[in-house]
């Protein structure tokens, strides 16, 4: 089912944007595992609208009710099951979206695939609101992967072309402590004139989007498949469930169309005993398999479609090209929210493909 994601674990998130909650449940995960749940409210709390001004006024706390799963602290071996509740709802903002769909918005397609018959207040299932269950799921991953040394990152690359520090954050040895945690970017000059360039199109009517860079450390060598089982196609998977995603990088991705062999390639090396690359102009991932180096992707993501600029659209009942106003409201840019829903995603892939790896290991009667 397109609404749930995993091989090892079963990650599936239910709810609208609108309707009377949002949440997910979260299977195949071991017992006795230690949740914090302020370490996760403080990772929620970054995805949270209504916090500032690059974001949508819409405020909603975002704190999980856990169903099962979590006892006194621990996971119990039950699935978990989360919900978080909606208590900020404006449906009426979006009664004309049916009949006349918002440009670069999923309004028509659901439409054509459900015949009228989806949750069209807020964009319904289709709505960044969903992300906030995806959080949860992720904020625990991240937890139980940092206990193993696996440490998750990201910052804002770009948004409306300016650019964060290009050489920030080293893609052999990234110091992640260096983005900032009120707006993660590592130059705070280029996070202010980025506020600025989101100030200046919310004033217009308008959006802008942007890229996030994400890095995971720590990682083994060995995890992963080859073909359609790599680490590549898992992530990007989980990641292309976010909405206004637009593109999936690894390493130097599309640059690399532009290098010799000689330049792209990296060269191996030993360091403490241990192999490692000289370069990772391959994002860690070697034939689908991490090489133990850090693994590095760059997400793409549009400008948010709902703007309030009266837009061209058609209407659905007529077939008579219509003027769309768009009510409600969205933010000017999603990127600096998206931040924390790209560590999310990476992080549940990433613990999906370790379960698959440990119960591998465990028929072997060996540990990884």
Known sequence: ?????????????????????????????PAGLRVDLDVLQ????????????????????????????????FTCGAPIAALIRNTNTRS???NNLKTCPRPGHADYTAQVKYGG???????????????APLCIAGGLCLQWLE???????????????ISDEEAALDPVNPQLDRIGKDFPVCSKDAGTRMREAIAKARAQGDSVGGIVQCFVTGLPA???????GGMESRIASIVYGIPAVKSVSFGVGAQAANLRGSQCNDAFSVEDGKIVTVTNHAG?????ITNGMPVVFTVAFKPTPSISRPQQSVDLRTGKIETLEVKGRHDPCIVPRAVPVVEAAAAIAIYDLILGNTQTHRRKETWI
């Open 42 to 73: 403080a990772f929620l709390n970054r995805r949270a609208p209504g916090q500032n001004d690059y974001s949508t006024p819409r405020r909603e706390e975002d704190r999980p009710e856990f169903l099962s799963g979590i006892l006194d602290g």
């Open 1 to 29: 089912m397109s609404s749930t994601y995993g091989e090892n674990l079963k990650l599936s998130i239910f709810g609208q944007s609108h309707g009377t909650g949002i949440g997910m449940t979260l299977d195949g995960i």
């Open 117 to 131: 018959f989806q949750d069209a207040a807020g964009g319904g299932h289709f709505s960044g609101r969903l992300t």
């Open 284 to 288: 860690g991932i070697l034939g689908g």
């Open 147 to 161: 206990n193993m040394g696996i440490r998750v990152g990201a910052r804002i690359a770009s948004i409306a072309g």
């Open 222 to 228: 060995g995890l992963g498949e080859p073909m359609f």
């Open 92 to 94: 009426g903002d979006y």
